[in-house]
Nanobody, 125 residues
Framework: QVQLVESGGGLVQAGGSLRLSCAAS????????MGWFRQAPGKEREFVAA????????TYPDSVKGRFTISRDNAKNTVYLQMNSLKPEDTAVYYCAASRNLGIAPSTSSLYNDWGQGTQVTVSS
């Protein structure tokens, strides 16, 4: 129901920071929970962060907790992922996703309905 376009990926040295953006279409953006996932070559898609429709609840896996922050600006139909203290193991294609699920912030990829094309993040050692 929404179209998503990621941007902000690139090459960064270990310990550096990067901010990803996801621009969404449609007036219903504020009713969707939003999430970020990533996938490295030869590995399964991994949950990174999620935020409720109101922005009042966020959740992260232990692998990024304390380093990554998800936020949203419903007036701009945009969700962000601020990534600090980046590590080489963070290297992956990062995908933005929208969920119509009744859960406030799903962490399972199957609960997301719409996906962006992805943006590459490469962290050098």
């Amino acid at each position: 129901q929404v179209q998503l376009v990621e941007s902000g990926g690139g090459l960064v040295q270990a310990g550096g920071s990067l901010r990803l953006s996801c621009a969404a279409s449609g007036r219903a953006f504020s009713t969707y929970a939003m999430g970020w996932f990533r996938q490295a070559p030869g590995k399964e898609r991994e949950f990174v962060a999620a935020i409720s429709w109101s922005g009042g609840f966020t959740t992260y896996p232990d692998s990024v907790k304390g380093r990554f922050t998800i936020s949203r600006d419903n007036a701009k139909n945009t969700v962000y992922l601020q990534m600090n203290s980046l590590k080489p193991e963070d290297t992956a294609v990062y995908y933005c996703a929208a969920s119509r699920n009744l859960g406030i912030a799903p962490s399972t990829s199957s609960l997301y309905n719409d996906w962006g094309q992805g943006t590459q993040v490469t962290v050098s050692s």
